[in-house]
DNA sequence: TATGAATGAGGGTTCATTCAT
DNA sequence: TATGAATGAACCCTCATTCAT
């Protein structure tokens, strides 16, 4: 389980990675000081060291995993394939994220309630860095989203996928995606990249014009 | 906030309805005993007239919700409809059932590690009736995913649907179907029976043969 | 009533004696984390740094307790005095130990319902430590039982007392003993020591060949 | 378990002997008003028209414990046997009480630390009735004690009994007996007359002029 | 009488967080 | 950096008790 052995330093990374795996685990409010700090062979104390509190340290994770997956969208976004190719690799690059990086499921499922509780949320008041923080968060997830609507809004406009109401098809898109996050076991009869491929053929079969 | 006049005794069902409210807003481990019971104006101590505990108060939840959607989805899948007019049936029943019934949504996504923790599970060692209701509400929510299995398997056989790996179109059919709890919001641009609509014509383009 | 004055640390050992007290005061079900806490300038969630949880806590008073009067009283019972010697040592040792260390006092009297009551037993299911250990003192507390059988037995068959029912006559002796525990006050008319001459004298005498 | 059939009504008299019975299995802290409700297939809150309050129906046990034994135990010591015999049939009447009546072993060991916690004696303040009894029960059993005490004194004067320290020769008597209480089991290998035989020998016995 | 509903008080326990070492 | 000790706040749950029916 402890990822580091007990007479080694660790770093920001490694807490990152502890707490990312630990997060996808058991959930924010399942998610412990205690827990991530075990994972490293730390004291949760001593967690406190490389990161303000639990809001702070979750919410980098939070930022790791929305930057490493942007990291890989942006690129096919910005570049001149096609719609339906570029769909396609955004659609694969997504899903085998989610599958191979356990940041990226906490990053994307971050907007459920039960991550973002009424009750979590207020505590922003206190520390004003971590708001701005999360601001910033939610604006680059809404950047995620917009990545994937412009690619869709593009193939309509150039014919190549039938009229859809975009925004609905992103959430169908995104929900479905999210939902791999969860159901995914490793020791399962498809790999991510199987799981990818057949997913960006449902969709991109959604898409065939009439 | 409050559902109920302070003047008022409540019933199960009142505390039902709160808490499911409640579940579907902060999620599991975030949702308190005290949350729910001001949300029909009892003490929290009051709640245990009513349910032995809190995992049985939420499981109770889990079941309604269940039950409601199934209870939805059931006659649709064993009518004798053609298999393209059933899924699209069923599409819109739970679509609007998680748009309008917050227990449906709780019992969705109770699935995701969020919301049934690691942590929380192993408690069914201490109340056997508890875990044993667990098994079976987790049995009816398997039974409904094979529903869809099966009208998608009929319309693939009847040659009506495409052939398509069934199990990944249903997991990527009802990710997309859970999100929807997620970010609906009744005040939006669409509301329910649109957004049911919008997404049973996507996943039938999907389908259709070639 | 602190034992501490308010700017020190405190170590198992002074919540061990603290809660002995506490427990020989009050009982098993009347002590509370809070009093033992109290007791030692702590705060009750404090405690649980130095023991899992109040079972491990108690449970560690009783190990005390049954350790302290076995070092006490197994020395003499394997030593080479003979028997009406040996018991007259054994019985001082015992009372004395119950008005000196108020641990010893919650060892003996755990048998008691009150202690022990049948709702906290079941509880060892959830702790298998605490389970294991309870089963261990139980053990010690009959070999300390068994050490009075034996010095009485074998002053029966070398002639030196008459013979009685052993059972019960340990029995007898150890109620006597445990009793003190009770009505014992520091301030009364006997002490320990005198008391404990008095009851050696009765029971010898009750040994007495005819 | 339950004493009365849930069709007939119950009086004062059934719900003493289930809180009796409540009381030696469970303790005073441990003895909830459910428990004694349901043992007499009543709700808790029935208990209240029987009785002010727990504490009133608790010394009602122990109010009819110590008549009940003093019932037993006067006669006796107002005979004109002589002190040995008296003694015989007392310690006789004492141990088969408490082998053989529930609330005379609460009524003896309430003494007992775990029984009268100090938490519970300031409730004396609110109930000033309670108080009293409480203070008359304690008389009774101060009363119980001189009784034994009266007739050993009785027997050193007349040159049957040798001398020994009166006071503490009862309470060593009295805590023996009491322990009774507390290791008895119904399916033992002596039964209770057994029992007392054996101890009576024993302390007459003890009692034996040089 | 009897009870279902309700509650205030309190108890055990967890957890994020602080601080001296 | 790292941690052991400590704590306040909060949570789940129990219980004696009250009251309307």
Chains 1, 2, 3, 4 share one sequence.
Not at 29 to 38: F, G, L, N, P, Y
Request: a negative charge; glycine letters at 6%.
């Amino acid at each position: 389980m402890a990822r580091k052995p007990a007479d080694q330093s660790v770093n920001k990374e490694d807490i990152l990675l502890a707490a990312a795996d630990v997060l996808q685990r058991n959930g924010y409010e399942s998610t412990t000081m205690k827990d991530i700090a075990a994972e490293v062979n730390l004291t949760a104390a001593s967690l406190y060291h490389h990161f303000r509190n639990k809001d702070a340290l979750l919410l980098a994770v939070l930022e790791a995993g929305i930057e490493h997956i942007l990291s890989q969208i942006e690129p096919i976004a910005v570049s001149s394939y096609p719609p339906d190719h570029k769909l396609r690799l955004m659609i694969h690059a997504h899903v085998t994220g989610l599958t191979n990086n356990t940041a990226v499921g906490a990053a994307m499922v971050f907007e459920i309630k039960s991550l973002v509780s009424v009750k979590t949320a207020p505590d922003d008041g206190r520390d004003p860095e971590v708001a701005e923080r999360r601001r910033a968060f939610i604006a680059r997830r809404d950047q995620f989203e917009r990545l994937f609507r412009a690619v869709i809004q593009e193939g309509i406009e150039r014919g190549l996928f039938c009229p859809v109401d975009v925004p609905i098809f992103v959430k169908t898109l995104l929900g479905a995606h999210n939902w791999v996050g969860v159901w995914y076991r490793p020791d399962g009869r498809l790999n991510g990249d199987e799981i990818a491929d057949r997913m960006a053929d449902t969709f991109l079969r959604a898409l065939q014009p009439a």
